[in-house]
């Protein structure tokens, strides 16, 4: 059961890592609502083109979006583009993420500075610029950032990830600190396991089989679960919500 009515049809969001995933379904999820989406992708256009197409079919608009969410010069550019090209911006969901996975003394620095570089950095030079928009239009606004239930718990062999993960939990409440004198709220989303690209590339057949035993609704998430929090968190009905970070893991972390 997904919200759809028009309660975003003057609204413009730009949603990093939209060309697949969760990302995607958070870009059709938010173009359900009447939204004018900014797909953004680092390298698969065909994949953010067919994103377009479902925002579009789902009754949003949608235009692809490249940049690389590691490169802080390349967001600041690419989030002007969008707000430029719309005329406005009003929400940002940070989605774009990369999971580089390797227990500590095996871990490379480059590997580090990579996943700290896209999974955080580039969420705060994307919340910065995004921040310099809207509070020139002092028009309110939404930021929307994907933590995980890792970040949150840790997690063997994920030093980078969690890391990058938790210290999103606190810019997200920092800002939400910052920003809600300005009626921009904060929000970040925690989700457990989803299937996605990421999953499939990480989880083997046993590590999966072990996780669902501790995964007290006994399954894995869609993609259009985590689509339907963020959804509800960009309209109307969450504008007294701020700084929360909002779980949707089936029950494995309470
Ligand atoms: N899946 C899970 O179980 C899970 C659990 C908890 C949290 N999350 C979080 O949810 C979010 C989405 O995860 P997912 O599983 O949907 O990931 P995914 O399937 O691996 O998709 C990643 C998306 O991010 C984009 N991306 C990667 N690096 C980028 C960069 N440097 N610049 C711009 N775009 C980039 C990819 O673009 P291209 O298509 O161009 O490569 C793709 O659209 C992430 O923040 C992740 O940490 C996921």
Redesign the pocket.
Known sequence: MAIQDQALAEKVALV??????????IAVALGRRGARVFV??????D??HE?CALVIAAGGQASPL??????AAAVEAGVKRAADEAGRLDILV??????IDQLLLRFKQEDWQKTL???LT?VFAACKAAARHLLKARAGGRIL???????EMGSAGQVA?TTA?AG?IGLTKTLARELAPRGVTVNA?????????????AISDEARAKLLAQIPLAR??R?EE?ANVIAFLAGPEAAYVTGQVIRV?GGLLM
């Open positions: 990093t890592g939209a060309s697949r995933g969760i990302g995607r379904a953004n992708y680092q390298s698969r256009e994949a953010a994103t490249q940049f690389d969410v590691g490169d940070n989605n774009a993420a990369v999971s570089d896209v999974n580039g950032n994907l933590t995980s239930v890792v970040g990830y993960k999103v989303v925690s989700p457990g396991f989803v299937d996605t690209d990421m999953t499939a590339a894995i998430g993609p985590i893991n």
